[in-house]
């Protein structure tokens, strides 16, 4: 690993790929930390090339295969362990992306994907429905249906059997790319593919390819082009598609009033089933409706998710340290950490903050605004920019304890720093009792964390979004303001900071930032 633990992306490792995203054609991987982008099966159903187009084909013949197998196990219940063999299968760490417990060799949810794949073909009433070609538009089996008629079976999941079922195709198509740019590769290991031929998995393959210089792990380059950033295919944006199918068409409303009237929350997965099985082209709208919606793969040149952001910021604080900096005693670490969460709130507050909107011209609350995983993922990217010029620090992402992951931690020495960030809006509820998020993080969250690794310091940002004002053109629109839970945040900290010491005797203080997140006129016009 890079001595200054610098996360990188791969043309920062490979200096033969150009350094703009739009010069070349595969994901740019961050070789630490998986990224939540996900292989979409429409991207690769509509692909510009023919042979992605060919190869989409494949998931009706794996899928047709695990339905006849399911029919085995009715009269001989020994086949009940191949088809869970079959629909068994490892992440694909080569091409570093979805959902991990911890960077990239965390724990995924496979084996919770393949039970909830086996209980489908095993108990589902409409299990056929994998081997009715005239459901599916050009008569071709789509994957997505999965998070509609399997309880549990998310985007992630899918995104990552897709990848595995066509990682020959990847295989070659990182040959190629390495080719084109002067990379070279050595004999890696990739732990699984799929075997059309004997329609099995293989235990890996052997192949030549690029190496991560960071771990010494496999790399396996995927088009930009067949990833989305988004969770389109959600079991809950799924019901309510098929609810809205239901009210357009007349036929359908009258025949399913009684589901049609309830609230989507209120509809059960088993409710759709029963409506599914009584009129079979309820499927094939649902992906007809899916495929209006457009097959443009995620842009990772505008990067609104701040994926890239550890390449966007890497030369951000390049002018003010123009040489490596010590620190000698854990005062210099808080004061560093303290002019880095300064120079953010700065960033954002004054230029950056429409990076932290989805849609500028149509700033609903609680809809128009980006994800805390956004806010975070760019104070990282600043931040590994800010501490590799600091060698003797340590800034770590998502560090694991045992009470959970803080969002980040600095380490000098002995001397530790938790930050833990939200955003304002966030009011969703959890725990017992219920306590919502952007108070749930101080009150309960930041303590277990700080205690769990030992910190001296410790700080909780809240990005706010909504301050009763947005500017849009010339006029005001007066919509919700979440100032006043500033105010609860900072009446929470005594207690916290009481909490922590009692439990941590070198705990020294407990500092909140708030960072204006809401739109600004220019620095020209204040």
Known sequence: MDPKNIPRHISQVFKEIPEEEGEFDFFNANLLYDTPAFLDPFLLKNSPVEKERKIFDRFGIFFKEAYRMSLRVSTNPK??????????????????????????HGKGLKADFAKKLVNFFINSSINRLVVKDEVYPDEKFNPSILALIAEGLGYD???????????DYLIEYTQEQCKKWGIKCKRKMVRQTFDFGEMEWTNGIWAELPENPLDKGTIVFVPKHLLRGDEKIDPNKAKSKIISI??????????????VGKRISEVT??????????????????????????????????DVLGFMSVKTYKDHF?????????????????????????????HFSEVAWKDMWIDLENMKPGSGNCKESVFGRKIHGMGVAYFKHLPDV????????????VDFIVIFKRCRIAIEVKNLCNGSKSGEPPLAAYLH??????????????????????????????????????????????????????????????????????????????????????
């Open 246 to 259: 239901l009210r357009e068409d007349h036929q359908l409303k009258e025949r399913f009033a009684g589901l």
């Open 79 to 104: 086949e009940l362990r191949k088809l869970e063999n079959f629909l068994s299968f490892k992440e694909p760490i080569e091409v570093y992306l979805g959902y991990t417990a911890d960077s990239n």
């Open 157 to 167: 999941g899918v995104s990552d059997l897709s990848i595995c079922l066509i990682m």
């Open 394 to 405: 340590t800034f770590i992402r998502e560090a694991g304890s045992g009470g959970g992951f």
């Open 318 to 346: 390049n002018k003010k340290f123009p040489r490596e900096v010590s620190i000698e005693k854990r005062e210099d670490l808080l004061k560093y950490t303290k002019e880095l969460i300064d120079t953010i709130k700065e």
């Open 441 to 526: 993080g101080i009150q309960r969250q930041l303590p277990v964390y700080a205690i769990s690794s030992k910190c001296i310091y410790a700080f909780y940002i809240t990005g706010q979004h909504y301050n009763g004002l947005h500017c849009k053109t010339k006029r005001k629109l007066k919509i919700r303001d979440d100032t006043p839970r500033i105010q609860e945040i900072k009446d929470s900290i005594p207690d916290t900071e009481n909490e922590i010491k009692s439990k941590l005797e070198n705990f020294e203080k407990l500092f909140y930032e708030n960072i204006p997140l809401y739109p600004q006129d220019p620095p020209s016009k204040k």
């Open 269 to 302: 997965l088993e409710e759709i089933h029963n409506a599914i099985n009584q009129d079979n082209t309820i499927v094939r709208r649902y992906l007809e409706e899916l495929e209006k919606e457009g097959f443009d793969g995620y842009d990772f040149e505008k």
